[in-house]
């Protein structure tokens, strides 16, 4: 059987940690003016991705 290729964008997108993966948030590049410090400041974060989406993450990461 061949290997399964990866999705090279959510290979970007996506790292894997112990419980799952981790993510960027969005919403961080431009129309900055308008947004809080505060807001600004926890979207520098990275977050887990929530459980609903893990498996579609793991199809398009087969062997990350």
């Not at 505060?38 to 609903?52: D, Y």
Request: glycine share 2%; proline share 5%.
């Amino acid at each position: 059987m061949p290997k399964i290729k990866s999705n090279s964008s959510a290979l970007k997108r996506f790292k894997r940690t112990a419980n799952g993966f981790k993510h960027k948030q969005s919403f961080t590049s431009h129309i900055l003016t308008k947004k809080s410090t505060k807001r600004k400041r926890q979207l520098r974060a990275m977050h887990q991705v929530k459980a609903s989406d893990k498996p579609l993450i793991v199809r398009m990461l087969p062997y990350v």
